[in-house]
């Protein structure tokens, strides 16, 4: 069963960084949605996955984008 999730990216400062997180984590093995909310920093990802593997895999792609970015759960 598919869950969904809301996170928070602290630091993202620009559309283009939250377009890449978004598609990027898009990607990822069991994701079936991936939408970041510049406005609000956060992202909401629909997934069929242990949720500890997607924050882990999330935290990865938003620091590859920008090492400033950190990811929280809210």
Known sequence: MAMVKNYALEGLCCPNCATEIEDMTAQV??????TVD??????????DRDETE??????????????DIVVKAI
């Open 29 to 34: 093995e069991g994701v079936k949605r991936s």
């Open 54 to 67: 997607i924050f882990r895999e999330l935290a990865d792609i938003a620091s590859e984008v920008d090492e």
């Open 38 to 47: 510049f406005s609000s920093k956060r992202i909401t990802i629909e997934f």
